[in-house]
């Protein structure tokens, strides 16, 4: 038998329980649990007391469970060994000192992209994005930027099942509009969020490449509209880009970005795709 065709069925099912609470905000009670796993209350239960031994889970006055204190710990071990966010760390907070917006960092997770570094200023608009959050890759400039360098058949199939669901009326929720949007993306370097996922909230956002020459993640400048307008925006893109360029650098990306003639003009009155799709 091959490793590969092995399943414990009390280990999956424990996973998928911090997983079910992790949607649930952290929290959930036996109840709730055994609903969404379509198990019974003693399984569940017993589930429970292993994972509250092992500190994975923690359980309140009020008989919620709640996710453990050891999961941040094993999370922070995972997340130090991410060369990306010990090499974008100090490139993010130079973003953020020179625009005073925030700055984020972020990988990809099929059509979602997962925060890993966010940095703020005082003066930060306050965005609800917080790191291991997750968010739609298909509104949000970082997520573009990623989704624009995804192999066609990788994109096409993520995107066969999916529903892009309209978190604001500049959501771009049409497969083709979207794709357009991507291959404007891929020409020009950078992804726009103009009010996409966030009414007030616009994002410049840029890929990371590694060694490989594949895309690994992206970052972004994030504020309110009315701050990073096309009077601004020029420059914030150029920042994005050039930012993206040198973590890739660190990364061990060698090959040079379009430059000059080769590089499409930044557009800074772009308006988003989906606007045009409510005629």
């Known amino acids: 038998m091959t490793s590969r065709s092995v399943t414990i069925q009390s280990v999956d099912r424990a996973v998928e329980i911090l997983e079910r609470m992790a949607r649930r905000g952290g929290c959930a009670s036996l109840s709730d649990l055994a609903h969404d796993l379509g198990l019974s209350r003693s399984t569940v239960h017993g589930l429970l007391a292993t994972l509250k031994q092992r500190g994975l889970v923690a359980q309140e006055t009020n008989s919620l469970y709640v996710l453990g204190i050891k999961l941040f710990e094993l999370g922070t071990v995972a997340v130090s060994r991410l060369d990306l966010r010990t090499s974008a760390g100090p490139v993010l ?3 953020v000192d020179e625009f005073q917006e925030t700055a984020h960092l972020v990988v990809a997770d099929g059509l979602e992209v997962i925060y890993i570094d966010k940095r703020e200023c005082s003066r930060s608009m306050r965005i609800v994005s917080q790191v291991g959050y997750r968010l739609p890759a298909y509104c949000t400039a970082v997520g573009k930027a ?8 990788e ?3 993520l995107l066969a099942s999916a529903e892009l669901r309209a978190w604001t009326q500049n959501t771009i929720t049409d497969k083709q509009l979207l794709k357009a949007e991507l291959e404007k993306i891929r020409r020009c370097g950078y992804a726009l969020d103009n009010e996409e996922i966030f009414e ?3 994002c410049v956002g840029a890929p990371i490449r590694d ?3 594949q895309v690994v993640g992206a970052l972004s400048i994030a504020g309110p509209s009315v701050r990073l307008g096309p009077d601004r925006r020029a420059e914030i893109i150029r920042a994005v ?3 993206a360029a040198q973590v890739s650098y660190q990364l061990g990306y060698r090959e040079p970005l379009p430059e000059g003639d080769e590089q499409e003009e930044i557009d800074a009155d772009r308006e988003p795709i989906g606007r045009s799709q409510r005629g």
Request: zero cysteines; glycine letters at 4%.
């Open 211 to 213: 060694h490989t020459r």
């Open 241 to 243: 880009v050039a930012a």
């Open 146 to 153: 990623i989704l624009a360098f995804m192999p066609t058949e």
């Open 200 to 202: 007030g909230l616009s």
């Open 93 to 95: 907070q130079r973003l």
């Open 155 to 157: 994109l096409d199939r």
